[in-house]
C-alpha cells in the first residue's frame, strides 16, 4: 500500500485539489454570477484534460505511454468542451433550466443545490473517471506502450474520430434543417442513434487498456468506464434523451425501431406503418 501511495499519492492529491477548487468551488461560483448551471458540462473534458496535465507534472517521468496518454487525454477534453461551449454558450442549457425551476418551485435554494447536486456531483465524477489517466501517467516503470497500449491508442483515438464527426453532422443538422423536429437520421445517424456516446465509450474505455497497459493495478480503475457508460446509456442519459425526442416528434419511435442504440449498424426497414402514413 505505501508503494503504491508513493507512486500515485501526489499526483492524486493534487488533482482532487484541482478539481474542488477550481471544478466544484469556482465554477458554481461563475455559475452564480452567470445564472447558468451548464457551464459545468462544458469544463467537463477541459477539467479532465487538465487534471491529466497535473497527473504529468506529479509524475517520475515523461514515459512515452505517459505523454501518448496525456496527449490524447488534452485533444479528446479541449475538443469536447470547445463542441458543447460553441452549442450551448449564451443561455443556460434546457435541462439545467427545467432543474432550477423546478427545485424552485419547491421552494429551495437553488444556489445551495446545485453546489451539491450538480458541481460537486460532477467534481467526484471527474475524480473517478480521471483515475485510469492517472495509472496509465503516474506509473512507474520504462513507460513503452507495448502491444496493449497501441491497441489502447487506436481505440481512443477511432472513439475520437466517431465523436467528433457525430457532433459535426448533428450540429450541421441543426442549422441546416427546415422542418422543426424532423430526425437525423443521415451518416453516423443512419446507423446509430448515439454515434456520439458510442465514440465517448470507446475513448474511455480505451484509457482503461491503456492504464491496464501500465499495471496490472489498471483493471481496478474499471470502475471508471463502467460509471460513465452508465451515465450515458443509463435512465438519466440516452434513455432520458429518448423518451422527451418521443414525446416531441411521432417519427422518432419508427428511428428507434430501425436504428441501432449505440454501435453502428445497418438500419432495419421503415416501418409499413411508416410508410403508409407518410405517403
Known amino acids: 500500500m505505501a508503494e503504491i501511495w508513493s507512486t500515485y499519492g501526489g499526483a492524486f492529491i493534487s488533482g482532487v485539489i484541482f ?9 458554481w461560483l461563475v455559475s452564480i454570477a452567470m445564472k447558468d448551471s451548464s457551464i459545468v458540462d462544458i469544463f467537463w473534458g477541459i477539467g479532465c484534460a487538465i487534471t491529466a496535465c497535473i497527473f504529468y507534472w506529479n509524475s517520475a ?29 449564451g443561455g443556460e442549457d434546457r435541462r439545467y ?10 421552494g429551495r435554494n437553488y444556489t445551495l443545490y446545485s453546489l451539491r447536486a450538480v458541481f460537486a456531483y460532477q467534481g467526484v465524477a471527474m475524480v473517478i473517471c480521471t483515475l485510469p489517466l492517472l495509472v496509465a501517467i503516474a506509473t ?21 474520430l466517431i465523436e467528433a464527426v457525430a457532433d459535426q453532422q448533428m450540429s450541421r443538422f441543426r442549422r441546416t434543417r427546415t422542418v422543426r423536429g424532423s430526425v437525423m437520421d443521415r451518416g453516423l445517424w443512419r446507423y446509430s442513434r448515439h454515434p ?25 480503475t474499471i470502475i471508471a468506464p463502467a460509471l460513465l ?41 421503415r416501418s409499413r406503418a411508416f410508410e403508409t402514413s407518410t405517403s
Not at 465509450?201 to 491503456?210: A, D, I, P, R, Y
Open 61 to 89: 517521468g515523461a514515459t512515452p505511454r505517459a505523454t501518448v496518454t496525456l496527449i490524447l487525454a488534452i485533444l479528446w477534453g479541449f475538443r469536447l468542451g470547445l463542441y458543447i461551449g460553441a452549442r450551448n454558450w
Open 196 to 220: 456520439n456516446y458510442f465514440g465517448e465509450m470507446l475513448v474511455q474505455w480505451g484509457f482503461f487498456l491503456m492504464a491496464c497497459a501500465a499495471t496490472p493495478l489498471g483493471l481496478v
Open 19 to 27: 478539481i474542488s477548487a477550481f471544478f466544484v468551488v469556482g465554477l
Open 229 to 269: 457508460s452508465y451515465l450515458i446509456t443509463g435512465p438519466m442519459g440516452a434513455n432520458l434523451l429518448e423518451r422527451r425526442l418521443t414525446k416531441k416528434n411521432p417519427d422518432y419511435d419508427d428511428y428507434i425501431r430501425r436504428t441501432s442504440a449505440f454501435v453502428p449498424w445497418p438500419p432495419k426497414q
Open 140 to 160: 512507474s516503470g520504462d513507460g513503452q506502450l507495448g502491444l496493449l497500449g497501441s491497441l489502447a491508442a487506436a481505440v481512443i483515438v477511432i472513439g475520437l
Open 97 to 106: 433550466a427545467r432543474l432550477r425551476q423546478h427545485i424552485t418551485d419547491q
